[in-house]
Antibody
Framework: EVQLVESGGGLVQPGGSLRLSCAAS????????MSWVRQAPGKGLEWVAN????????NYVDSVKGRFTISRDNTKNSLYLQMNSLGAEDTAVYYC???????????WGQGTLVTVSS | AIRMTQSPSSFSASTGDRVTITCRAS??????LAWYQQKPGKAPNLLIY???SLQSGVPSRFSGSGSGTDFTLTISCLQSEDFASYYC?????????FGQGTKVEIK
């Protein structure tokens, strides 16, 4: 069974940092690009970043460029999102998602909630 | 960034209805479009990719069409489990972007 399990969310103060992790199982992890997508409370979906199968290319939405870093460890079947300089606008449920091929997100984790507040 | 605009934002329907949701891109995206269903408190679920290809395991009452800038998601015979929010997403160019969502409620 294909499974993605996020962890690392929580409450963080404005300006703080947090590292999210996503553990993958049930498929060949290094055959897929991976994405992070977030959803603010009561709002729609926002794609955040993705990373190629071998980690050689990364893409970000403008609002997180320079603050967030996506990475992966194919030996551990894991995806990461390092989030720095967090602001209230980053409060959201963060999902990791597998890319079917070239952008379709065909498998999602259950999400992890990040709350930025003092 | 390419802006995706869905209409309507919400509507009420009855089981058995045929419903259509539209999605318009601010520039041409060929058929690089996906549709997702999301139920409250759950992760999204891929329904349609490449504008009209049905994802494995998704009921055939769901269908998609369109190319360029105008797309539609159709549910041919609405079932109780279909009351949810629906999102379109373009993956033609970065940053990938989603529509604002369409909530389908029970009439």
């Amino acid at each position: 069974e294909v499974q993605l399990v996020e962890s690392g969310g929580g409450l963080v103060q404005p300006g703080g940092s947090l590292r999210l992790s996503c553990a993958a199982s049930g498929f060949t992890f290094n055959n897929h690009q991976m994405s992070w997508v977030r959803q603010a409370p009561g709002k729609g979906l926002e794609w955040v970043a993705n990373i190629k199968e071998d980690g050689s290319e990364k893409n970000y939405v403008d609002s997180v460029k320079g603050r967030f870093t996506i990475s992966r460890d194919n030996t551990k079947n894991s995806l990461y999102l390092q989030m720095n300089s967090l602001g209230a606008e980053d409060t959201a449920v963060y999902y990791c998602a597998r890319e079917k091929w070239g952008g379709q997100l065909d498998c999602w984790g259950q999400g992890t909630l990040v709350t930025v507040s003092s | 960034a390419i802006r995706m605009t869905q209409s309507p934002s919400s509507f009420s329907a009855s089981t058995g209805d045929r419903v259509t949701i539209t999605c318009r891109a601010s520039q041409g995206i060929s058929t690089y479009l996906a549709w997702y269903q999301q139920k409250p408190g759950k992760a999204p679920n891929l329904l349609i990719y490449a504008a009209s290809s049905l994802q494995s395991g998704v009921p055939s009452r769901f269908s998609g069409s369109g190319s360029g800038t105008d797309f539609t998601l159709t549910i041919s015979c609405l079932q109780s489990e279909d009351f949810a929010s629906y999102y379109c997403q373009q993956y033609y160019s970065y940053p990938w972007t989603f529509g604002q969502g369409t909530k389908v409620e029970i009439k």
